[in-house]
């Protein structure tokens, strides 16, 4: 097997050898397209390297018998993994011939290169999940080259690389990595290029957006750029927008810099029109060669251009469907408050939420239109709930641009002044295929807002931290449990009992416990059935006294209390009067002979004896004998944090941390009392203490940890803290299902990268 190949010496039939990525390198390289050149070390140099270093074995070892579902005992592995491949020593043979290619490619001095990881997977239908991500761009000198060959190969047992291998049952060790350099263009102009108008998917005309310096600012939104249009039957150029720039990023000996444009300069065209019309003729000849339109990333340097990186434009078949959208409208002529770049081809209209900052994007909900001086990554859970998106700055590929594309929502960017003129609670329409932003509503939100724009975004995701959903409807049940969550943390008692309506101790007076029980277990079944394999954490019935006497008969047995927040409710009412909750056992024994997914939790406990009175009459019933069965306890109560090792100590599988109960005592702020409401807070210091104390005992005790209060689903921003501290599960409300997920991969990525 080679060891080390140029560019020129690979095409797309050499997968196996330099992976996908080289292999396109490759082939742009023998189609002419001018790619910066480059080399690549073959994934037979990663595979020889493994096994002649030892480093195999140890790793085969480390893995062997992983729980993947524990993230803690996950992340350290995977470290180890990591760890012995940085420290393998290459073949000094193979070691100089990289060397000499590298000089080669250098010319006298040292030349900076991207460092890039292209996975491959024999027999593997899908490699795009392993080791893709690490890219390490401007490195100089060989040394710098050896340690980033060595991090690219290590980025193979990321634990979320190792993560999803496992779960898709795929070999780790047929998987392997070759690393393409490939040397920097030091570009004075960069920009994207689509070979179809990505807005309005017409494919008549190629679309370039340029700025001076590095593209990064174009992504980042951070710049608008120059737009031109070219036709592809003449290639004549049909329209023209300059844009001002003030600010560049260059690249000095440090990284990246931003610096200012003088003056003069800042009004030019970035590119001459003699460079736009031999840019649009080698996008057109690499959309001819994959029969697909793309989406390319370009650079100018020394006035030669470059293309960087090429890919089909994704939302090309999906954005088709909806271009009649335009045809449809027909505005009164209603006042045009905003104008700008048109980023999507849909309208929509809501109200308007101005985001300063990713922290405040739990002002949005499902419909609002998200209106921001221009987006990231982190605006991406707020972004999914909205209808429309409208930002100061940004081009049609500007982050904005590109993610409300995909999501299908209204887009319009770089109107100037959107978050100094509108304001909040306005309603808007939002007209992406024109870039014009309407005073009141105008049309019909054409997408289901109910589902939320989020389910097919995430579907498939998995991630190592659980995510749970919060449920207490039986009727939403089988709905809730066809999205992508991995079970239910909290099945409230509450709304089953409401809907029996009639006080459990009037059945047991009238001797109709059984009738009771019947009733529990059937709407215990639908959740069971519903959710598979997958667990349904039952949460005992935690009513207070003010709510169970809504129920038939409920005067004649709840006692009257001031605060029944504070009063009679959960444990204790399980150990002072066990009836009802014996009732409750047997409803979970008579499911869990046809369900074994069924577990149960213990609310409100307030001291170490009441958790050992409640397992006792659960003892009595049996349902330890069946190791499937699984006992929670909810960490609601300072006491619960403080006391956590004892509470431990008395036997139970998991704790679920009840943030709305939790809060309330630690702030001492009554949930239930208005006058007191603005005191509740979630995030508070402390709060956010008791959170970090009682997840990491519970990791250092080996149990679970979920949290299923309301504190992720109201502060997303909640999430990535509760994942650092080692939380193995959260559950959220079923409207936040997706961006959680989409949150927890984030974080997960992030964690080990
Ligand atoms: C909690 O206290 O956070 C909790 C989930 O339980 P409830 O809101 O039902 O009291
Ligand atoms: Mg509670």
Redesign the pocket.
Known sequence: MKNVVWFKDVNKDDVNLVGGKGANLGELYNLNVPIPNGFIVTSGVYFESLKASGALDRIKAALFGLPIDDPTILQSKALICQKEIKSIVIDKKIENRIYKFYKKLSGPNDAYVAVRSSATAEDLPEASFAGQQATFLNVRGKSELKEKILEAWASLFEARAIFYRAQKNFDHFKVGIAVPVQKMVQSEASGVMFTVDPVTNKNDKIVIEAIFGLGELIVGGQVTPDHYEVNKKDFQIADKIIVAQEKQLIRDKVGNKLVSISKPYRQTQKLEDQKIVELAKIGRSVEKHYFFPQDLEWAMAENSLFIVQTRPVTTYTKAQKSKTLQEERKYPSNEVLLQGSPASPIIGTGKVVIIKSPKELSKIQRGDVLVSEMTNPDYVPGMKKAVGIITDKGGRTSHAAIVSRELGIACVVGTGNATKKLHDGMVVTVDGTKGLVFKGQLVKNKKNLESGSETKTAKYTKTATKLYVNLAEPDLAASVASKNVDGVG?L?AEFMLAQIGIHPKLFIENNKEDKFVNKLTEKLMMFCKAFGKRPVIYRAS?LKSNEYRNLKGGDKYEPKESNPMLGYRGAFRFVKDPDVFKLELAAIEKVRKKYKNLDLMI?FVRNVQELKSVRNIVRETGLFEDESFKFWM?V?IPANVILLDKFIEVGIDGISI?????TMLMLATDRDNEEVASEFYELDDSVLWALERAIKGAIKAKISCSI???APSTYPQLTSKLISWGITSISVNPDVIDSTREIIRECESKLVS
């Open positions: 909290l409230r935690d609310p909810m609601e009840g943030s709305n109960d939790l299923c209060g309301q």
